[in-house]
């Protein structure tokens, strides 16, 4: 009866805005030509009409046609990269006669960061959070090991790394299920709750990136508490096209080989996009020739990591429609890779490991290793109804396959050989299938002043578990929620934001016993198959809102945001109970957990003048129940070799932090960049009451500076160097161990050469230039004593090809 009355409730609202925005206006097509300065039309050209947002790209003879209302006072502005944005405001006369507009070249280099098109521009100023985005080419000039390795340069967000090919992110010090990553509209769900589980997502299909830094929970859901990573598709090739790329990439650190070949086309209507990548990479090196694991001094091989090697096969296939007022397309996806752990750290007895074996060839992958595949399949589509009203549908279903396997090691009171009856294989030590279903639909209107989006995200997970060893069970969770948001233009200067949404989640825990039996703890009678997991179920539901306030005029930019936010918790926080052979320990989960709930207020300044930018985004943040990996006093001697037991725990957790930037034109082919990150976490009870929170991360500033000389028969040249400060880490949580402090340099190059009409993109980057033995604290292998990857250069390689 309840959720009857509130889906009739939506519904009566939905259809009453409608009658409203059918008597607003009348809706015309505007069309005109773009040319620039020489009198040549401009093909793909952007022209977009505000308040409406309705949006068109010029033809190959420079044409646009683009619905607008006639009734309402409309802007029109027209962007074309390497030319002046122009921004007209419409008379009743422009909308008889088709208009010609005139585009002027733009002299001006645009920042590494800074957003090329004004529709990006418009949406920074416009979003309620602290945004940043960045393109194909800030990725390719700063492309790492992994995509979120390639986005630390940007203040706020870090990375958790898992060797030399894996990693997830951190949006100032959240990560794992609170950071949500976007992929086509769609949230990436695999497996976030390990820290060594990485992120499948190919870097080179990564043709634009939004991160919002900050509580998103009201329109992405629960696991957006601590932020987003939208990793937005590429655009629609343009009509009659046919055309690719192909990208080659070379690194010294762990002699990676690889490449990624593009192809692309359109007629009319139809279109397609396809790609494949591969890599091939070797065991890494450090700075140093000895670790510590459990305390065991363990020597390196040449400063080799062995058996951290690794290979990453992903196919991408895009097909699309594009119509007058309908855009639809398909997306499968199928990103697989295999890559080695480090051979004296994963179960193992740090001087147990065959070194004779493991250092013969630094790209073989032996045991213990994981496989992982990820396939997934989207349909994203757009309907245009009007110029003031659009649907978007974005529904998806992904499987994600994870595999680990070592050779079988047996504890406490598993047999001392494998079994030959157990039908598992032996060395399969977990594995893990899970198939997720999603749907998101967005009804967006354009009201007058208001510009209100309905939605509603749904999600089903099936996480069916295998193998010898036991960490988290299966499960089963449905997530649904519905939310609007609203924005209001008070005038050009004044935006204000409101947003209120409820969710509802269901989450099914499934039974486990061991496979083998166990000593009776209780009593004296004779061993027993111990339960690890019961059948358990949970239900949760909140309410969540957000309210804030854009100020913007002339070179000033200011914003400020409240809201509420809240996280489920997820599986391995209700249900572990079993060795985390990665983190050394034996982890215990607490089905009575209570969902997160948390507070927190935004702020961005930005000042904007003709040679220079500053800004400064801090944030207070307030958790009235944070949960997380609580060591205790306790030692687990029945499963495992005596680990260190650790239990999820809720505590009232403290957050402030921030980051500022400024940016400098010093010359005209000079530039420099500042910009640092801080936060500040205090647990205010429970347990660990006064301490931080586990895998904080350090204040951090980098120093930059940028020469882009104009060379004869080169483009877009420039060179960087970046400088990297980082302070120690002393706030903890034991057994964390305080980081030092550390200092790295960056250089960075790049340049486009032409060989007639073929372009080639090169860039070349020297990371940790001078080989400095440095530690990160929010690395997987920071407990070991690991050092960060040494001396890297990197090489990649852009051909993009016309087919006439």
Do not use: C
Request: charge should be neutral; hydrophobic fraction near 35%.
């Amino acid at each position: 009866m309840r959720g009857t009355t509130i889906k009739s409730l939506f519904i009566t609202i939905h259809l009453s805005l409608y009658v409203v925005l059918l008597a607003s206006g009348q809706e015309i097509t505007l069309t005109g030509f773009i040319y620039n300065h020489e009198g040549e039309a401009l093909e793909g050209a952007t022209v977009a009409a505000y308040p409406a947002k309705t949006i068109a790209i010029t033809t190959a003879n420079g044409k646009f046609s683009i619905p607008i209302n006639s009734k309402k006072t409309n802007t029109l502005t027209v962007s074309y990269v390497g030319y002046i944005t122009k921004e007209i405001s419409l008379s009743s006369q422009d909308f008889k006669t088709p208009m010609n507009m005139l585009l002027q070249p733009s002299l001006q280099e645009l920042q590494e960061v800074t957003i090329s098109s004004n529709i990006d521009k418009l949406e920074r100023r416009e979003e309620a959070l602290n945004i940043e985005t960045v393109n194909d080419d800030f990725i390719r000039k700063n492309m790492g090991g992994s995509l979120m390795e390639s986005l630390e340069r940007l203040p706020g967000v870090s990375s958790i790394g898992i060797g030399s090919g894996q990693s997830k992110p951190l949006i100032r010090g959240l990560g794992f299920n609170r950071v949500s990553v976007i992929d086509k509209g769609i949230k990436h769900e695999a497996q976030q709750w390990g820290a060594d589980h990485g992120l499948e997502i190919d870097q080179f299909r990564a043709s634009k990136i939004k991160i919002l830094k900050g509580p998103a929970s009201f329109i992405y859901g629960s696991d957006a508490i601590g932020g987003v990573i939208d990793i937005l598709p590429p655009p629609a090739p343009k009509e009659n096209s046919l055309a690719g790329a192909v990208d080659i990439i070379g690194k010294s650190n762990n002699n990676l080989l690889g490449g990624s070949f593009n192809l692309y086309g359109r007629g009319q209507a139809l279109f397609f996009n396809t790609r494949i990548t591969h890599q091939n990479y070797g065991d890494y090196k450090v700075a140093t020739d000895r670790v510590s694991v459990y305390n065991a001094p363990v020597m390196l091989n040449n400063h080799k990591v062995r058996n951290t090697a690794g290979r990453e096969t992903n196919l991408h296939l895009d097909i699309g429609l594009i119509k007058d007022h309908i855009k639809s397309t398909f997306y499968i996806t199928n990103t697989y890779s295999k890559s080695g752990f480090f051979a004296n750290a994963h179960g193992l007895e740090p001087r147990q490991v065959d070194h004779e074996l493991h250092d013969r060839s630094s790209r073989d992958i032996l045991h213990p290793f994981q496989k992982v595949n990820h396939f997934k399949v989207i349909n994203s589509s757009e309907f245009i109804w009007s110029a003031n009203h659009k649907l978007i549908t974005e529904i998806g279903y992904q499987n994600n396959l994870r595999e680990e396997r070592s050779n079988y090691v047996s504890h406490g009171y598993m047999p001392a050989t494998y079994p030959d009856n157990l039908n598992i294989e032996e060395d399969l030590e977990r594995k893990f299938n899970k198939d997720i279903l999603s749907a998101n639909f967005r009804d967006i209107l354009w009201l007058g002043k208001h510009n209100l989006t309905i939605g509603i995200n749904s999600a089903h997970q099936d996480n069916k578990i295998s193998g010898w060893g036991f960490l988290i069970p299966s499960f089963q969770q449905l997530n649904t929620g519905t939310y609007i948001y609203d924005k209001y233009e008070i005038n050009k200067q004044w935006l204000l934001h409101a947003a209120i949404r409820w969710d509802y989640a269901k989450i099914q825990i499934r039974e486990y016993y061991d496979w083998f039996e166990s000593k009776n703890a209780e009593s004296n009678s004779a061993p027993i198959y111990i339960q690890r997991s019961s059948h358990q179920s949970r239900d949760f539901n909140n309410l969540t809102w957000s309210a804030g306030v854009n100020y913007n005029h002339d070179q000033l930019q200011l914003k400020f945001n409240i809201g509420k936010s809240f996280r489920m918790p997820i599986a391995k926080e209700l249900g572990a109970n079993g060795v985390n052979y990665h983190y050394y320990s034996y982890e215990r989960g607490d089905i009575n957990l209570n969902p997160e709930q948390s507070y927190q207020a935004d702020l961005g300044m930005t000042w904007t003048a003709p040679s220079w930018t500053l800004e400064a985004t801090p944030f207070f943040n307030y958790f009235q129940n944070y949960i997380y990996l609580n060591p205790t006093a306790d030692h687990d001697y029945l499963y495992g070799a005596g680990n260190q037991v650790f239990e999820y725990t809720q505590s009232k957790v403290m957050r402030y932090g921030g980051e500022v930037s400024a940016h400098w034109k010093l010359y005209k082919t000079i530039s420099t960049e500042v910009a640092g990150e801080f936060v500040y976490a205090q647990q205010l009870n429970g347990e660990k009451q006064g301490f931080s929170l586990p895998i904080s991360p350090a204040p951090s500033a980098l120093f930059s500076i940028s020469w882009s000389p104009e060379i004869k028969r080169l483009s877009k040249t420039s060179f960087s160097v970046d400088y990297r400060v980082t302070a120690r880490q002393n706030r903890i949580v034991p057994p964390e161990k305080e980081t030092p402090g550390s200092q790295v340099i960056n250089l960075r190059a790049s340049t486009s050469i032409h060989f007639g009409q073929q372009p080639l993109l090169v860039s070349l980057q020297a990371r940790n230039l001078l080989n400095s033995k440095y530690f990160n604290h929010t690395s997987f292998y920071r407990l070991i004593d690991m050092p960060e990857a040494g001396r890297n250069i990197i090489l990649s390689l852009n051909i993009p090809f016309t087919i006439k």
